[in-house]
């Protein structure tokens, strides 16, 4: 894409009220924008993110066979009492229309019980898992972390259902793996911790996948020994490690990206969803669910990768691949007539540019063309440094003198130049490690 | 994918509460489910149809420059206040959080206006395109038609900003034509009509693109002359085709699937989006938006396509391309031992329907097996037609004597037996005419 065509710009001043990091460098990148405290839109290239994102999260759905649908977000008050939750979940905004009342879903379990009992007989129509990713609504008391606590926020939320426990745990460990693939993708199961958080009364635990960051609002204990944690929220109760009964402990700030829990038949109860078992027998079906905030991954990112100059996404889930910047001087000595191949005329660095352009969108890759001719290369530097694109390609007087582009990583310092005509292959290797 | 696996199963009964043909064939073959009047979950099945439209769109909306972002759906009273719409919207979710009071985006004018005056400053910032596809709310008192009228639905609003009404104008075309590329790829293009429409206080006429089903709850006239139309709402004051000054009209029931909108200065005005110009003057930025529904189109196309068996999807928004059966005779005569290429063993009639389903994937075709084993023909088929996808095999006994299958379209009674090792030839002369 032509960076003189999008839409968002950055921003030179961090904007005063937003606090967190990733609030601060997104919008200043021009990723997202604030409309209200932890109301946000995603922009273009935040909305390309996020996307890349929803990508990986679906397949890695789909891969323990997820079966995407996609749940209403105005609940009826009525489904809300049959749980006891329309009282007793104070973030639940609440809003009346005619004679209804209705919440906006901050979760999915109140739909996705009474749906699974229209459909869901007998032991042949389980297990089943349904997912979907959709904006969720949170009334939110404090929402000063930008997208690590959002007012309404992207989420998936999965839900499997088990003829027995044994069915639910085999599965329950299935997600475990999807999730740590899913956090592998997006760059961040290095410091991603399995945690072991409260389970309600129900289960004994749930867990939670919580990344370590100073900006985390958690606070997680990772055992010394086996590399699980757990939630400050259980520790008292809970002073060796759940996993290995280890006892050292190592204290950190973490935010919660993902978190799985067993149901069992919390919900299967009050709404009466049974099936038959191969005997005739009617029993309750066994429940997981199993969340995991995209935006908040989003920001939980930009919290990890990044430096005093902007982010650094990792490859998977950059907005482009490959930022090319142009560096044209208008008083340029190589100013010489284009030669045949290039009719249209015009300076040489940015025919040369163009070309390049063109044949790295021919070959598929994602690219986004620093063309802007009123911009100093100070500024279009510092702009590709805050936006992070992970490779840049510098096109300029300097090096096109030995036929020559410039190569940078945005996570390395070394710079590299690299003959035109070895641009492709290059990139090959490149991409492809 | 397998049938056996597939969440939703098809109903016989139609719903009572469902009054609309859309919706009573979309619930009876498991595409959408009713939480509430006009709120639906949309089924795997369902999904999956959204799925294509939103690809459609967005590839029709990309061609004439669109970039996508996601606008937030909570929006604040304050910017509701600032056009009066707070007021006068008559159908219009609220909801009090805090202090503060919300509406539940109905459209996004008061959203992304605020947002272009960010990042437009001069000439150089225009024309710019944004949309984006996202669940609206709107308070609805009848919501008696399916998927053509909800309470909570999916749209493509797309905005476009201008320095001149010329440039307006000229892009009020492009849209015209992205819009009946969209409508010609999922099949209603024919039967749609650009209708004038009321255009408000800025503009002489919108137009609505209105497609003629009798469950249409819209009027229009039909100029014989030159196949526009106009809207009941202003045939009044309009006697004679505002297009072509024809006489004769049509009347016609219809829905209206799609509407674009010169807004001019209507919002930029209040918000006070103004860019400078190559002469250093301030100008109001001239806008447009242009809107079309993705449940509504979906619920439109069944009412088109369906006989009384159930839906016939046309190709490009199918939920798969081919639905292949598998009839296993259990007292059958071919319960030969498999060949060696089958060492799993099973019937004849399996091992073919599994190893013809294989190759299908493996094609990339997108396939739905109906391996359920406790069904009768009779019920398959039923089955089959009422789900509607465009070709049917079926791999039975009969056929296989004569080392064939049998192909079928949806949308014609005559079938074909297909020798198994033409398979692959004759579906891909199918698909691609």
């Not at 995407?68 to 979940?89: D, F, V, Y």
Request: proline residues 5%; aromatic residues 10%; charged residues 30%.
């Amino acid at each position: 894409m032509l960076q003189s065509k999008l839409f968002s710009k950055t921003i030179r001043e961090a904007p005063k009220d937003e606090k967190s990091i990733n609030a601060q460098l997104l919008v200043k990148a021009g990723f997202i924008d604030r409309l209200a405290s932890g109301i946000y839109t995603f922009l273009p290239l935040g909305y390309k993110v996020i996307k890349k994102i929803e990508t990986i999260i679906k397949e890695e759905m789909e891969e323990i066979g997820g079966q995407e649908l996609l749940l209403p977000t105005l609940h009826p008050k009525e489904i809300w009492q049959k749980t006891g939750r329309w009282e007793t979940m104070e973030d639940l905004y609440k809003l009346r229309a005619g004679k209804g009342e209705f919440a906006l879903g901050p979760t999915h379990e109140e739909v996705v019980v009474p749906l699974a009992k229209k459909f869901i007989q007998t032991y042949k129509d389980l297990p089943t898992f349904l997912f979907q990713i959709q904006t969720k609504f949170r009334k939110e008391k404090r929402a000063k972390s930008g997208l690590l606590r959002g007012r309404e926020f992207l989420m998936k939320d999965l839900y499997s259902f088990h003829t027995s426990e044994t069915d639910l745990d085999e599965y329950y460990e299935k997600v475990k793996g999807a999730y740590f693939n899913i956090l592998k993708r997006v760059g961040i199961a290095e410091r991603t911790y399995l945690t072991y958080a409260s389970g309600g009364t129900f289960s004994k635990y749930s867990h939670e996948f919580q990344t370590t960051t100073s900006a985390g609002e958690d606070i997680i204990y990772i055992c010394q020994k086996c590399g699980q944690a757990v939630n400050e929220e259980i520790k008292p109760e809970t002073p060796r490690c759940p996993n290995c009964q280890g006892k050292l402990f190592k204290r950190e700030k973490a935010v919660e990206v993902g978190n799985i829990f067993k149901l069992k038949t919390k919900f299967s109860e009050p709404f009466g969803l049974y099936f038959t078992d191969r005997q005739g027998q009617k029993k309750l079906v066994q429940m997981g669910c199993y969340g995991i905030g995209l935006g908040r991954l989003m920001g939980t990112i930009v919290e990890i990768f990044h430096d005093e100059k902007g982010i650094i996404w990792p490859k998977e889930v950059a907005p482009f691949q490959i930022h090319l910047i142009e560096l044209e001087s208008r008083n340029s000595k190589l100013h010489t007539p284009p030669p045949p191949s290039h009719p249209r005329g015009g300076p040489l660095v940015r025919s040369i540019a163009e070309k390049i352009y063109q044949n790295l969108l021919k070959g598929k890759s994602e690219v986004l063309y620093d063309d802007r001719n009123d911009r100093s290369a100070g500024e279009k530097f510092a702009d590709c440094d805050l936006i992070g694109i992970p490779t840049r390609i510098v096109i300029s007087e300097r090096t096109l003198k030995q036929s020559s582009v410039e190569f940078k990583k945005r996570n390395e310092k070394k710079t590299k130049l690299v003959k035109i005509s070895n641009i492709k292959n290059f990139l090959i290797a490149q991409l492809t490690n």
